[in-house]
């Protein structure tokens, strides 16, 4: 029986947690998986198999409620309909490494030392220092020796076992006097819990306006750069390109930035965007469907898991097929039958021409279905 996981737990939390109970056991082969120091998307689907929580939802379940992966796609193009692209597919992208050193919040710790009798490694983005609920520094090192929570430091399960005796909930905790640091573990807070993305282009409009006001009052310009030094972003933002959206993504980078240096709280920045944009999609709309990069354009793959199959998209389609270019380069490319198709995936033909693998989609049972949607309760 494995334990259940925390709210804001990190993947490798749970695993060692479950490691350290005694009588809750991984099959050999999870064992071997979980030991490795980096982990890519291969021990991401092992641990949402285990919680029940199954194929790209399930996948993207567990990154959103679980990982930092929520502050890189809370912002999101227009003409991008998967919530990880190819993450799903692609083992390229480290989750989580032994070699990185950990951070915890000493009172975090106390707290759930009292309320469930165990504390735990909750998830958290690298750039951030504090703790936004108690505002206190996170820690990297042992207070009682040292020893930093990382490779050749202590082990992951310090945690659970202490160290000589005591609990990490009993370091003493250093109050925070940097109200930049608070800001951005409160923004990353936030966009963990956030309900809706956010179109860029949104956001970019939003952002522009503010930098016009600033202009109107330089002094609130503060370190940023002038507006027409941003001009560029928003001309990007506004490209109707539904072929190539992963160029957006410095731009999302830079989006946050500079929301952070303009909004109190992300809370805020979100309610200025929605005012300007109310239909944004929802968080979970995209989890069941990833997305297979090919020839300058994108392939979405939607899992029913109702029915047990797989449903391409194709959304630039009708965009490329005006394009005699593209057509003539990409001859073979241009037969329905291989690109609009949707047959139970066990017979789906071994390969096709976009090098993605055959969808293999569960069919999962009313109760299947109930346990992988769940939502925890917020607290
Ligand atoms: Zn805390
Ligand atoms: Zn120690």
Redesign the pocket.
């Known amino acids: 029986m494995l334990l259940r996981i925390q709210k804001d737990e990190s993947l490798r939390s749970y695993v060692e947690r479950n490691l350290f109970v005694p009588n809750t056991v991984f099959d050999n082969d999870a064992a071997e998986s979980f030991s490795r120091c980096n982990w890519n998307s291969t021990q991401v689907k092992l641990i949402a198999d285990l919680l029940g929580w199954h194929g790209c939802y399930g996948f993207n379940k567990l990154l959103h409620q679980h990982t930092d992966y929520p502050w890189e796609v809370v912002l999101k193009s227009r003409f991008n309909y998967s919530y990880s692209d190819d993450a799903y597919l692609s083992k390229q992208r480290n989750f989580d490494s032994l070699s990185t050193v950990r951070a915890y919040c000493p009172v975090c710790a106390k707290e759930d030392k009292q309320s469930l009798g165990y504390s735990y490694w909750r998830r958290i983005h690298p750039d951030v220092q504090v703790c936004a609920k108690h505002n206190v520094v996170l820690l990297k090192t ?1 207070q ?2 040292n ?1 930093p929570f990382a490779r050749g430091g ?1 082990v992951v399960s ?1 945690m659970w076992g202490g ?2 005796g005591r609990h990490l909930g009993e370091a003493q905790p250093v109050v925070n006097r940097n109200l930049g640091a608070l800001r951005l573990a409160q923004f990353f807070d936030q966009v963990c819990r956030t309900d809706d993305h956010i179109y860029i282009d949104t956001a970019a409009a939003i952002i522009e306006g503010k930098l016009v006001n600033c202009v109107a009052n330089p002094t609130a310009l503060g370190e940023l750069e002038d507006v027409s030094g941003f001009g560029h972003y928003i001309k990007r933002s506004r490209i109707n390109d539904p072929c190539v959206p992963w160029k957006y993504y410095a731009l999302t980078k830079k989006i946050i930035e500079l929301a952070l240096s303009l909004y109190e709280s992300f809370d805020d920045f979100k309610h200025d965007c929605h005012q300007l944009e109310p239909n944004a999609p929802s968080i979970r709309s995209f989890w069941d469907t990833y997305c297979c990069f090919s020839s300058n354009t994108q392939i979405f793959v939607r899992e029913i898991y109702e029915l047990g199959v797989a449903e391409w998209l194709w959304p630039a389609f009708e965009h490329l097929s005006r394009d005699p270019t593209y057509r003539n380069s990409f001859p073979m490319v241009w037969n329905p039958e291989s690109d609009l198709c949707c047959i139970p995936s066990d017979m789906h033909p071994s390969r096709n021409h976009y090098d993605a693998p055959c969808p293999g989609v569960r069919r999962l049972t009313r109760d299947e279905l109930v346990v992988m949607t769940e939502m925890p309760t917020q607290g």
């Open positions: 042992c009682f020796c020893r202590h310090v160290c000589a």
